[in-house]
């Protein structure tokens, strides 16, 4: 089983970047489909993300679209969501997930996720 460790949340003013990385452990994460989600307070978790096990697959939100770009560096276990532009909506806890290792289809639902990390703090201020 993988386990994956969220970084790189944190406070910034709308409009503004941050880029938050999920390191994998355990096992390598070039085998999983890797996606991004976010639950902010009262809120059920969201689908932002999705990218193929090679990477040559991404999928995301209309709300985030032409924002968020998502990637993954294979040989450093790691994966990757940069968000610019960022809105006061965008506040959340973010977390990356990764799908069973033996389904290969992109996924855009949380309950076809198995392991997830802790979570990263997103808080984009007005």
């Known amino acids: 089983q993988v386990q994956l460790v969220e970084s790189g949340g944190g406070l910034v003013q709308t409009g503004g970047s941050l880029r938050l990385s999920c390191a994998a452990s355990?096992?390598?994460?070039?085998?999983?489909?890797m996606g991004w989600f976010r639950q902010a307070p009262g809120k059920e978790r969201e689908f932002v993300a999705a990218?193929?096990?090679?990477?040559?697959?991404?999928y995301y939100a209309d709300s985030v679209k032409g924002r968020f770009t998502i990637s993954r560096d294979n040989a450093k276990n790691t994966v990757y969501l940069q968000m610019n532009s960022l809105k006061p909506e965008d506040t959340a806890v973010y977390y990356c997930?990764?799908?069973?290792?033996?389904?290969?289809?992109?996924?855009?639902?949380?309950?076809?996720?198995?392991?997830w990390g802790q979570g990263t703090q997103v808080t984009v201020s007005s």
């Open positions: 997930a990764a799908r069973p290792i033996t389904q290969t289809a992109v996924a855009l639902t949380a309950n076809e996720y198995r392991a």
């Open positions: 990218i193929s096990r090679a990477g040559g697959s991404t």
């Open positions: 355990g096992r390598t994460v070039s085998s999983y489909v």
